[in-house]
């Protein structure tokens, strides 16, 4: 079972930039398809942003041009960048399988808080 740990969140002001790291146990993780989620109080968990095998990123409509998702493979690790953070991007941030392509998804880790607030 991959295990999966997320780090990078923070409280940061409206307008602000975080880098979020999602490193796995294994190396097959992060050659993906992959994807990096998010979970608001009281909401369900969405997808932000995907890469797949090949390197190409699709972006949520909400996040498109603010947010990018890359991976370092040398590092088992899966990143994303997060410009010109807005208050509705507050949220749990999980990384996983695409579970559009994934047949089974990897167990979620804790996540990291991401809080963007004046």
């Known amino acids: 079972q991959v295990q999966l740990v997320e780090s990078g969140g923070g409280l940061v002001l409206p307008g602000g930039s975080l880098r979020l790291s999602c490193v796995a146990s294994?190396?097959?993780?992060?050659?993906?398809?992959v994807a990096w989620y998010r979970q608001a109080p009281g909401e369900q968990r969405e997808s932000v942003a995907r890469l797949s095998s090949a390197g190409r990123a699709y972006y949520a409509s909400f996040v498109e041009g603010r947010f990018t998702i890359s991976r370092d493979t040398a590092k088992n690790t899966l990143y994303l960048q997060m410009d010109n953070l807005k208050p509705d991007d507050t949220a749990v941030y999980y990384c996983n399988k695409d579970a559009r392509i994934a047949a089974r998804m990897n167990s979620w880790g804790q996540g990291t808080q991401v809080t963007v607030s004046s």
């Open positions: 294994t190396s097959t993780f992060v050659i993906g398809p």
